[in-house]
T-cell receptor
Framework: EAGVAQSPRYKIIEKRQSVAFWCNPI?????LYWYQQILGQGPKLLIQ????????DSQLPKDRFSAERLKGVDSTLKIQPAKLEDSAVYLC??????????????FGPGTRLTVL | GENVEQHPSTLSVQEGDSAVIKCTYS??????FPWYKQELGKRPQLIID?????GEKKDQRIAVTLNKTAKHFSLHITETQPEDSAVYFC??????????????FGKGTLLTVNP
């Protein structure tokens, strides 16, 4: 079974520039998550999709971050304009809800963003 | 929302010793508690999880215990090996599941196993 795919793996931009990340979840996984992981911290959820609908985006800085999952499969996360504090690893995860109501989340390799 | 506290932040053990990492959570409705291992520059990988209907689960050298009354769960690694060196994260959901399922992660524990 193929895992969660992400691209690019690394990105360096200057502040105020724009950047976009792409994620392809595990086939059949209805739920997709974007996390931000700052160095030395645990992943922090930015947005959660169920199929192509947003379930939770309470921690997404909506003035500069946006995400979409138009066909309920692939997703893109965009930052416009980027700030220095956006430097982090952006992780995508997907999950398949189990019969007991729990989800096991599988993570992609992440995109390491450096904002100069 | 859920608040997850993880201790210690760093842990150094000798090869062959045991390691224990503890997490506490705030939402009594939480019913699923995964542990992830993240090696340097790699993705977090699920190593073990436990659901609220059991108190302990084992998988070879790894075990997780859950105390729902006290709202804490712990990761136990026995006979540690150098390849166990990594950052370990606990997580808990803020509600009982369904389509609003999401995880709050602890801040991580850097485990170093010295040969």
């Amino acid at each position: 079974e193929a895992g969660v795919a992400q691209s690019p793996r690394y990105k360096i931009i200057e502040k105020r520039q724009s950047v976009a990340f792409w994620c392809n979840p595990i086939s059949g996984h209805a739920t997709l998550y974007w996390y931000q992981q700052i160095l030395g911290q645990g992943p922090k959820l930015l947005i959660q999709f169920q199929n192509n609908g947003v379930v939770d985006d309470s921690q997404l800085p909506k003035d500069r971050f946006s995400a979409e999952r138009l066909k309920g499969v692939d997703s893109t996360l965009k930052i416009q304009p980027a700030k220095l504090e956006d430097s982090a690893v952006y992780l995508c995860a997907s999950s398949l809800e189990l019969a007991d109501g729990t989800d096991t989340q599988y993570f992609g390799p992440g995109t390491r963003l450096t904002v100069l | 929302g859920e608040n997850v506290e993880q201790h210690p932040s760093t842990l150094s053990v000798q090869e062959g010793d045991s390691a224990v990492i503890k997490c506490t959570y705030s939402d009594s409705a939480s019913n699923y508690f995964p542990w992830y291992k993240q090696e340097l520059g790699k993705r977090p990988q699920l190593i073990i999880d436990i659901r609220s209907n059991v108190g302990e689960k084992k998988d070879q050298r790894i075990a997780v215990t859950l105390n729902k009354t006290a709202k804490h769960f712990s990761l136990h690694i026995t006979e540690t090996q150098p390849e166990d060196s990594a950052v370990y994260f606990c997580a808990a959901p803020p509600r009982s599941g369904g389509s609003n399922y999401k995880l709050t992660f602890g801040k991580g524990t850097l485990l170093t196993v010295n040969p």
